[in-house]
């Protein structure tokens, strides 16, 4: 059997191996922290969880030392804590979530998705083996499987480890160290801005570090400069008040579905491009930033092969460039029923979920506007809410669009130095080079700290990129915890004179 992965041989040769720090022992001491952590449940949209979730993360922050404090917001209260200050220091502000997507029981292949299960996998199949198979020699490969256990309470526990291991190595650290843990990323972080204000005093710092997504697929240490922000439409057409018999109505009562799917395919051409007038206004992707968009180690065919696509869409020639623009995502369709339950039915309505990823030059607001501006020259009335009787027989063609928040982009520049500060550490703590990302596809709410204190703000993701977060079966290699202590231990521990 294979204990130790590539990945694992790096990390026993790198600083903490030099230091003679037993790694393998805070892993597993990390596990046995993390399956106790995803045993209480953190349903974004149960304040009893969060509560629980609260005092959990108390009890473990203010055993390492930490001052913490419960900060009350318009919604779900936020987690702060910190070490004492040092005036001379630059202070390193953390962001984490410890809210977690719902689950469905049904869907995971274990009985219940807070209790962690241990899995190795065997001929492409992951196979449930018991947790005292974790001895001394720790298999690397194997993987813990629960909700949140990568997105995103695995972080916050290999932080703690980390620092467990600088007081043990009694390091000096050359930082200040403040950590803000969200309670609602899970629901587009709605409190988050007004508490960004309300705290900020607290909350300064030199810069953000955000522990929250994966690792470039190619494994390597990864950094990311920026991720893309998110807003949302719904779209709903009518036909008849009522569904209504096709043979008695068909040809005479107007089809939701036909006039939705006119409306969507106006909005995109065959290739995927948005047609919407003024939509990827004010973005250039010059030479400079291609080049750094190339140096991405991505492999094409490797991603068209896990989508199982032929053809990619052309907003940008590569996928790195896809992402430098904003994107008009359909998330959802729905209009009459489907499958065994279909019926001879003209529908009443039909509905289209949709998502706008944005990027740092595009302004949600100005893109729904956008979007609306299109509909109504389709030839649509454009109503913010379900249309009455007199609505009905006062328009040919209704169309309601309600909007979701925004959540904006940021990028920061590649040649910040706190970003240079933290590309080399890991650089020479796992002696790989470093995959530096521009911006992510993902959204994380940062903006608002970006905004409010004036801070350079860096992804330095810690899990497997095929963690299934947001899925069933969610899950964290183990390799992922001994990277993510290193990584954490190795920024916390060197000085950036």
Not at 43 to 57: C, K, Y
Not at 199 to 226: C, M, N, Q, W
Request: aromatic share 10%; hydrophobic share 35%; charged share 20%.
């Amino acid at each position: 059997m294979k204990y130790f992965s590539t990945l694992a041989i790096v990390l026993f040769s790198g600083s903490l191996f030099a230091q003679k720090i037993d790694l393998k022992s805070q892993v597993k001491h990390s596990i046995d922290e993390l399956v106790e952590f995803v045993a209480i449940p953190n349903d974004a949209l149960q304040h009893a969880d969060i509560n629980r979730n609260l005092t959990w993360l108390t009890e473990k922050f203010n055993a390492r030392g930490f001052n913490s404090s419960i900060l009350p917001t318009s919604g779900e209260s936020l987690f702060f804590a910190s070490l004492p200050m040092e005036d001379e220091k630059p202070t390193i502000l953390f962001y984490m979530h410890f809210d977690g997507q719902s689950v469905d029981p049904a869907r995971w292949d274990q009985p219940n998705p807070y209790e962690v299960v241990l899995k190795t996998e065997e001929e492409g199949e992951w196979k449930t083996i018991p947790f005292n198979s974790l001895k001394d020699d720790i298999n690397y490969d194997w993987r813990l499987f629960g909700r949140s256990t990568s997105d995103d309470k695995g972080p916050i526990v290999m932080f703690l480890n980390a620092i467990d291991l600088l007081q043990k190595n009694e390091v000096v650290l050359p930082f200040n160290i403040k950590i803000i843990l969200d309670s609602e990323e899970e629901r587009s972080s709605a409190p988050l801005p007004q508490a960004v204000k309300d705290y900020r005093e607290l909350l300064s710092a030199d810069f953000l570090i955000i522990s929250d997504g994966p690792v470039h697929s190619s494994g390597k240490p990864t950094i990311v400069y920026g991720c893309r922000g998110i807003t949302t439409l719904t779209l709903s057409t009518y036909g008849p008040i009522l569904p209504q018999h096709s043979g008695h109505y068909g040809n005479y009562a107007p089809n939701p579905g036909f006039e939705l799917s006119q409306i969507l395919a106006s909005m995109k051409d065959s290739n995927g491009r948005v047609l919407i007038d003024g939509y990827y206004d004010g973005i250039e992707v010059n030479g400079p930033t291609l080049k750094v968009l190339q140096n991405v180690p991505d492999n094409t065919a490797e991603i068209n092969e896990k989508l199982q696509i032929k053809r990619a869409e052309k907003v940008g020639s590569f996928y790195q460039e896809s992402l430098q623009y904003p994107s008009l995502n359909v998330r959802g369709l729905s209009s009459g029923w489907v499958g065994d339950k279909a019926r001879t039915i003209v529908p009443a309505s039909a509905t289209a979920e949709i998502d706008i990823r944005l990027v740092p030059e595009t302004d949600g607001n100005r893109l729904k506007a956008l979007v609306k501006t299109h509909v109504e020259k389709q030839g649509y009335e454009v109503l913010d809410r379900v249309p009455n009787k007199a609505d009905r027989l006062k328009y040919d063609r209704i169309v309601t669009i309600t909007e979701g928040s925004v959540t904006s982009a940021f990028r920061t520049n590649l040649d910040n130095p706190y970003g240079v500060f933290i590309a080399n550490t890991l650089q020479q703590a796992f002696s790989e080079e470093v995959v530096q990302i521009r911006i992510m596809g993902g959204t994380v709410p940062i903006a608002p700290f970006i905004n409010e204190l004036n801070i350079p703000a860096f992804l330095v993701p810690m899990v497997n990129p095929d963690n299934n977060q947001h899925s069933p079966n969610e899950n964290l290699k183990i390799a992922q915890i001994a990277y993510g202590i290193e990584a954490f231990y190795s920024i916390l521990s060197t000085n950036m004179n």
